[in-house]
Every structure is written in C-alpha cells, then in structure tokens.
C-alpha cells in the first residue's frame, strides 16, 4: 500500500500548517485510486505551480511506484477526450475515418503523396503555378522531385491571417510589451525586398543575417526570400573567424547585423566582428543613434537601405529552388552548408500544425536565432499556421523572460534542456502564471526525466513534446503528439509522414543506430560543399525487406529482437547518426549521437546515457561524458566534465565517488571514472550542442593520465 508521512511532506519544503492540510486527501487518492486517476487529482488539486519541486517528485515516485517496470517512465500528463478532439490531427483522423494514432501514422507513410497533398492543402499554400504531382520518384527515393511544374514563393504563404492579426509579440530589453501585426510585418517585409532591388540584387543571390531574433530580423528574412534571393544564416554569437568561412562557402554578397547585441545589461559587439570577418557589404541595425558615422564606406544603415514602398510582387520560382542556406555545428572540422528549398517550410509548418498543434490565434514562443534552424521554423511554423510569433529581446535564463511568457500569454513554449535545467536550479520561474500554455516542445539536446517533470509542473502538468531531427529534415523525424499521454523526456512517435528503422549491423533492434526511410518532404538532397550521398547514403545498411512489405508497425514502430535470418533488400536507408531506444512502453528514448558512443572495458556506452544518470546526481548542473586514449595507446578511459553547484566545487573526491557510485548502480560497475574535472561551463556550439571534440582536446594537452 502507497502512503507518505506528513514527515517526508515537510522534508519537501511545505510548511507544516500546509503538509496537515493536504495529507489526508493525498493518503485517500493513494490508497484508492489507480496510479492514473491519483495523479490526475493530485495535479487538480495539490501539485500547484508554486509549490516546492520536491512535493511534484515526491508524489510522482509515490503514484507511480507500483507501476510496472518495464512500463516506465510514467506518463504525467494524460490527454483528456476533449482534449484529444480539439487537436488539428484529431479533425484529419476524422476526415480520413481512422480511429486511433497509431493507425494514422501508419497511413501518413504508406500514403505519402496523400499526406503531403492534404496537409498541403489543409495550410492553404499558395501556389502561382499549381503542382501536376505531388512527387516524382523518378530518380530514386534518394533524388525524389516534390510539387512537379508547381510555381511559387513560400513567403506569401506566411501571410494569409488577417492584417490586424497580431504577428509577433515582442518585449525589448526591459521595455513593455511590443505587437507588430501581420499587415505591419508584411510592409515591412516588402520594404526589404523592394531595398534589396534597389541594391541592385536579384534572385540567387546569397545574403547573409548574422544578428538577433528580433522582428526586424523576421521582415529581413522573409524579404530575403520573397525577393527570390537565398538567405544565409549565421549565429551572431560566432567569431569573426567563423562568420568568414560561412560568408566563404555561401559567396554571400551581402549581410544584416547590428552594432551591438544587448544581453542582461551588457553590449555585446557585432558589427566589429562582421567587420573583423572581411564581410561584404552590409546593411546595419542600429541600438547606438551615434552609430551611423562609424560604418565602412560600403555599407549602409538600416534607415537608409529600407524602401519606402510597401508593396512587392513576390519572386516565384521553382520548388527545388535554394530559400536558405544552414549550417551543421561545426564541431568535426568545416561546417555543412545545408540548402533549403522552397519545400523545406512545408515540412515546420506540418510538423507545427500536427506535432506542436499550432492553431490561427496561438502565440509561440522558442529561444533561438536564424544561425539555427529552430529560428526559420519558428517563422515558418508560427506564420503559416496564422499564428503569433513571441520574441524575448534578452537572455531567456532570467525571471524577466517568464515574466514574458505570462504576459505574452504564449501557448506553445519552446525550450533547450540546458535552459529548463538552469530554471530548475536557481527558481526563477516560481509562481508565474503559466496557465496559457498548452504545450511545452523541447529540441537540441536529450533531456533529463527529472528536468522535464519540472517543466511540465510550472504549467500545471501541460505535455512536451520531444522533437529531435535535424537541419537536413527541416524539422523532427521522432517527436510527440498532443493524443498520447507525455512520459518525461521520451518520443511517442515517429513524425507523421516519415518513418524510420532502428538497426544492429544491418538487424532490426531495440536500441541501436537509427535511420530514416526516405523520402519525406524536408530532407535535404545536395550540400554546398560536401558529397551528400558520401554524408547520409553511402554504405547504409539496406531496408528490411518486411518493413518493405508495409509493415511499419511491427518492424519500424515495434521493433523485435527475434529477427533471424530476415531478408534484405536494395532500398536506400538514410544515415542521420543517432542512436535510439525503443522502450517496452512504446516509447522511444534518444541515446546520443552515434559518434558519441564509447567503448568502457569493451562494452558500447553512449556518452548521454552516463550523462543522464550522473545529472540526477545531487549539486551537479549538467556534465559531459567523453573518452580518452592514454598517449601510449590502450583501452579509452572515462573523464567527466561537470558543471556543479558552488558547495560542491571544494569536494572534487567526494563528487567522484558519488558519480562512481550513480554509475555503478544505473548503468554498469565496470564504467570507471578516470577523472573528473570541474568546470564553470561546457563548451556549446551556437545550435546548443555541446563541443565534446573540444573537450577530448583539451583533455589530451593537459595529458590527465599524467595526474
């Protein structure tokens, strides 16, 4: 029988007036109702906002601690049939007559020209010159050819809300909040289009932004694009060094800034920097009104450039024509130049409209920057749904962009784990009004089970959605749906008219490499500077010819261990390079990329799975797990990086055991810790990822088996 004592409720941190007050009905629901319905009353009636984390976990552990093991994590959050009814995927399962999720998927991806065309219907894309097929496979799955002979511009697709509409909502540093409606963005947008022109630019050419996530650099996107000409984006947090070879393999011919990037009260240079890059000429954004005097001869400032004609006939141009050019991290050597299409939009806004429920009217809100490719998608996603944009001018890390999010009252909020680890550990979100969201959305990194727990209390226990994919899919190919229930940082599905394998060798496996089974609007058939056959084709494990045979369910959704002697065929699979758990919940967790993986005393670990055990740890903040090879050669040994609270900083053997002992006991004895090094901070590319090849360096030069 499931009881708690009022002694461990006010161990929690409840006073202990409070803990007398809710004690009994907690031990009533414990005892008498089953696992799901307790906590539904529990996150009713007791589990508030604004009461201590502890309570949340404690409750949690305590519901769920009979639930069956092989079952776990726990959902905390159950789709109510309401619920379920009022998502955009339930009105499609209604129009196609399928009766559950699974089933839906299922017909998304044997059904793809069908899926795509209702989707794309469903959107109102607009089109100067209608498709005559959804797709040409022609030239192989690897090669597929989407909307053939269709004409048009995905920018005019952004703007079908109503002109009074709000577009973005917006607070600058330490300002009130800002709207800027659809009408307001959409002179804007064609303002920069109309400069463009006059610049004497045309279509094809490449132009860069490096500068922040503000509604500025929203118009200048889109005008970019609607003039016909590429965007190139790039991180305003990069060195100059790191602007010039992204300017470099673009051959971009221009670029947006700003003077200065404002971040919790500091000024933070940028033009110096795109100066410093030998950039060509550029057209910048002033904070500082004393500016303008100081740019090079060859650029302008931003007043100067804009046109004063509000209107523009947009650009139209073929589907497989370059919108934008991205970038991989850039952590194994020169980054990937990855184009994207006019179709590349198609798949964030599907993905928001289905995944995220993205309805006209919503406010959206996600942390990010156009150098990464969450920046276009929550253009993309936000605007072609007709929704509200919501841009936090300064550091998300602080209680002022909470204060935001309530005031904004966003819908859809958007995070980096990193990020909800930081609120979690200094409290700045507590007793905000987060009622308005519906949905959380988490990318860029795995997450930490207890992390995202967190996350959904300070809404009330709202889901979130796990989206992991990539800049080459333009969006997820594993995330969630808001009509399954939410387990703590776990997949529900694959993303809706895509599908994948998971692979041992070139077996079907639980937990193993995954990859996708093209093709799917999204994903990327050339790079800039790369053989893209050689990066995601070459020498892929063949498709299992019974997932060929239309059997998603049992051999892609369900993967089976028992697979022997299963034939092969031809069929190309797609290399993305992470590796995958499918859970016996039906679950899937993510591992890790491949080239994370290590070899501890001749067993295959992933660097994330230590990871997430070692962050559950009390005192540590985030760690990074990496192998090194003594100089002499011989077996990798484990150095953890660690990132911990200021009370733990002194007591570096103490930490170790304690990290030791969280492995030994959640992951395996024999993963010893070589050594153990703390930092104020891992290091992180401008998309989140942290660097562990600059880890491994700096452990090889400092020489730690010399310690």
Same mark, same amino acid.
């Given at each position: 029988?499931?009881?708690?004592?009022?002694?461990?409720?006010?161990?929690?941190?409840?006073?202990?007036?409070?803990?007398?007050?809710?004690?009994?009905?907690?031990?009533?629901?414990?005892?008498?109702?089953?696992?799901?319905?307790?906590?539904?009353?529990?996150?009713?009636?007791?589990?508030?906002?604004?009461?201590?984390?502890?309570?949340?976990?404690?409750?949690?552990?305590?519901?769920?601690?009979?639930?069956?093991?092989?079952?776990?994590?726990?959902?905390?959050?159950?789709?109510?049939?309401?619920?379920?009814?009022?998502?955009?995927?339930?009105?499609?399962?209604?129009?196609?007559?399928?009766?559950?999720?699974?089933?839906?998927?299922?017909?998304?991806?044997?059904?793809?020209?069908?899926?795509?065309?209702?989707?794309?219907?469903?959107?109102?894309?607009?089109?100067?010159?209608?498709?005559?097929?959804?797709?040409?496979?022609?030239?192989?799955?690897?090669?597929?050819?989407?909307?053939?002979?269709?004409?048009?511009?995905?920018?005019?697709?952004?703007?079908?809300?109503?002109?009074?509409?709000?577009?973005?909502?917006?607070?600058?540093?330490?300002?009130?909040?800002?709207?800027?409606?659809?009408?307001?963005?959409?002179?804007?947008?064609?303002?920069?289009?109309?400069?463009?022109?006059?610049?004497?630019?045309?279509?094809?050419?490449?132009?860069?932004?490096?500068?922040?996530?503000?509604?500025?650099?929203?118009?200048?996107?889109?005008?970019?694009?609607?003039?016909?000409?590429?965007?190139?984006?790039?991180?305003?947090?990069?060195?100059?060094?790191?602007?010039?070879?992204?300017?470099?393999?673009?051959?971009?011919?221009?670029?947006?800034?700003?003077?200065?990037?404002?971040?919790?009260?500091?000024?933070?240079?940028?033009?110096?920097?795109?100066?410093?890059?030998?950039?060509?000429?550029?057209?910048?954004?002033?904070?500082?009104?004393?500016?303008?005097?100081?740019?090079?001869?060859?650029?302008?400032?931003?007043?100067?450039?804009?046109?004063?004609?509000?209107?523009?006939?947009?650009?139209?141009?073929?589907?497989?024509?370059?919108?934008?050019?991205?970038?991989?991290?850039?952590?194994?050597?020169?980054?990937?130049?990855?184009?994207?299409?006019?179709?590349?939009?198609?798949?964030?806004?599907?993905?928001?409209?289905?995944?995220?429920?993205?309805?006209?009217?919503?406010?959206?809100?996600?942390?990010?920057?156009?150098?990464?490719?969450?920046?276009?998608?929550?253009?993309?996603?936000?605007?072609?749904?007709?929704?509200?944009?919501?841009?936090?001018?300064?550091?998300?890390?602080?209680?002022?962009?909470?204060?935001?999010?309530?005031?904004?009252?966003?819908?859809?909020?958007?995070?980096?784990?990193?990020?909800?680890?930081?609120?979690?550990?200094?409290?700045?979100?507590?007793?905000?009004?987060?009622?308005?969201?519906?949905?959380?959305?988490?990318?860029?990194?795995?997450?930490?089970?207890?992390?995202?727990?967190?996350?959904?209390?300070?809404?009330?226990?709202?889901?979130?959605?796990?989206?992991?994919?990539?800049?080459?899919?333009?969006?997820?190919?594993?995330?969630?749906?808001?009509?399954?229930?939410?387990?703590?940082?776990?997949?529900?599905?694959?993303?809706?008219?895509?599908?994948?394998?998971?692979?041992?060798?070139?077996?079907?496996?639980?937990?193993?490499?995954?990859?996708?089974?093209?093709?799917?609007?999204?994903?990327?058939?050339?790079?800039?500077?790369?053989?893209?056959?050689? #990066?995601? !084709? $070459?020498?892929?494990? @063949?498709?299992?010819?019974?997932?060929? %045979?239309? *059997?998603?369910? /049992?051999?892609?959704?369900?993967?089976?261990?028992?697979?022997?002697?299963?034939?092969?065929?031809?069929?190309?699979?797609?290399?993305?390079?992470?590796?995958?758990?499918?859970?016996?919940?039906?679950?899937?967790?993510?591992?890790?990329?491949?080239?994370?993986?290590?070899?501890?005393?001749?067993?295959?670990?992933?660097?994330?799975?230590?990871?997430?055990?070692?962050?559950?740890?009390?005192?540590?903040?985030?760690?990074?797990?990496?192998?090194?090879?003594?100089?002499?050669?011989?077996?990798?040994?484990? #150095?953890? !990086? $660690?990132?911990?609270? @200021?009370?733990?900083?002194?007591?570096? %053997?103490? *930490?170790?055991? /304690?990290?030791?002992?969280?492995?030994?006991?959640?992951?395996?004895?024999?993963?010893?810790?070589?050594?153990?090094?703390?930092?104020?901070?891992?290091?992180?590319?401008?998309?989140?990822?942290?660097?562990?090849?600059?880890?491994?360096?700096?452990?090889?030069?400092?020489?730690?088996?010399?310690?």
């Amino acid at each position: 029988m499931k009881q708690l004592s009022l002694a461990q409720i006010v161990n929690c941190g409840v006073d202990r007036e409070t803990a007398i007050a809710i004690l009994p009905p907690i031990a009533r629901w414990l005892a008498a109702l089953p696992a799901v319905e307790c906590w539904q009353q529990l996150t009713r009636h007791i589990l508030k906002p604004d009461c201590p984390f502890a309570l949340h976990e404690l409750l949690y552990e305590t519901t769920f601690s009979d639930w069956d093991a092989s079952q776990k994590p726990a959902p905390a959050w159950f789709p109510s049939q309401e619920e379920i009814e009022s998502t955009n995927i339930a009105t499609l399962m209604h129009q196609l007559q399928i009766a559950s999720y699974r089933e839906f998927h299922a017909w998304s991806v044997q059904n793809r020209d069908r899926f795509w065309e209702m989707t794309i219907q469903r959107l109102g894309i607009r089109f100067r010159q209608k498709y005559t097929q959804i797709v040409d496979l022609s030239r192989g799955v690897e090669f597929p050819q989407w909307l053939v002979n269709a004409r048009f511009n995905i920018v005019e697709s952004c703007f079908q809300a109503p002109e009074d509409s709000p577009a973005i909502v917006f607070q600058q540093d330490g300002g009130l909040l800002s709207t800027m409606t659809y009408g307001e963005l959409h002179a804007l947008t064609n303002r920069v289009a109309n400069g463009l022109v006059d610049w004497g630019f045309r279509p094809g050419d490449a132009i860069a932004i490096a500068m922040p996530m503000t509604a500025e650099s929203v118009a200048i996107y889109l005008g970019i694009i609607k003039a016909g000409c590429v965007v190139v984006s790039i991180a305003d947090s990069f060195a100059a060094n790191e602007i010039a070879i992204r300017l470099r393999i673009t051959q971009a011919k221009a670029i947006f800034t700003q003077d200065y990037i404002q971040r919790a009260s500091k000024q933070l240079p940028l033009y110096s920097k795109i100066v410093d890059a030998d950039a060509p000429k550029a057209v910048v954004l002033s904070l500082d009104t004393s500016m303008s005097g100081t740019l090079r001869s060859s650029d302008l400032a931003w007043q100067e450039f804009l046109s004063l004609n509000e209107r523009f006939d947009a650009a139209a141009t073929a589907p497989e024509a370059y919108t934008n050019i991205l970038f991989s991290s850039g952590t194994t050597g020169e980054p990937k130049a990855i184009p994207w299409t006019q179709t590349t939009p198609l798949k964030c806004a599907v993905d928001g409209h289905l995944h995220q429920d993205i309805h006209p009217g919503d406010v959206v809100a996600w942390s990010t920057n156009l150098g990464w490719m969450m920046g276009p998608w929550l253009i993309y996603a936000s605007l072609i749904n007709r929704a509200t944009i919501a841009l936090y001018y300064d550091a998300p890390t602080e209680r002022g962009f909470g204060q935001f999010i309530q005031a904004a009252r966003v819908n859809m909020l958007g995070v980096v784990p990193s990020l909800v680890s930081i609120w979690k550990t200094t409290v700045c979100m507590q007793g905000l009004d987060w009622s308005a969201i519906k949905a959380f959305s988490s990318t860029g990194e795995c997450s930490n089970p207890q992390d995202m727990l967190f996350l959904m209390s300070l809404a009330g226990y709202k889901p979130i959605i796990e989206y992991c994919g990539g800049t080459e899919i333009g969006g997820a190919y594993i995330t969630g749906t808001l009509v399954q229930p939410a387990a703590p940082a776990t997949f529900t599905t694959p993303a809706l008219g895509l599908d994948f394998v998971i692979l041992a060798g070139d077996r079907p496996t639980n937990k193993g490499e995954l990859f996708i089974i093209p093709p799917s609007i999204g994903l990327s058939t050339a790079l800039l500077n790369k053989d893209h056959h050689q #990066v995601y !084709f $070459a020498d892929t494990p @063949p498709l299992p010819s019974a997932v060929r %045979a239309g *059997l998603p369910d /049992q051999f892609v959704n369900q993967p089976v261990t028992s697979q022997e002697n299963l034939p092969l065929l031809s069929t190309p699979l797609r290399r993305h390079g992470d590796w995958i758990e499918y859970l016996p919940n039906g679950y899937y967790r993510a591992c890790g990329r491949v080239d994370d993986t290590m070899n501890l005393g001749g067993i295959k670990v992933s660097a994330t799975e230590i990871e997430q055990v070692l962050n559950s740890v009390a005192g540590i903040y985030q760690t990074a797990a990496i192998a090194v090879s003594p100089p002499e050669g011989g077996p990798s040994q484990l #150095v953890i !990086f $660690a990132v911990v609270a @200021p009370d733990r900083q002194q007591d570096k %053997a103490t *930490l170790k055991t /304690q990290l030791q002992k969280a492995i030994a006991l959640q992951l395996n004895p024999l993963f010893k810790i070589y050594d153990l090094a703390i930092v104020d901070a891992l290091p992180r590319t401008a998309s989140n990822k942290v660097m562990r090849r600059a880890l491994r360096d700096w452990a090889s030069s400092t020489n730690v088996f010399n310690k």
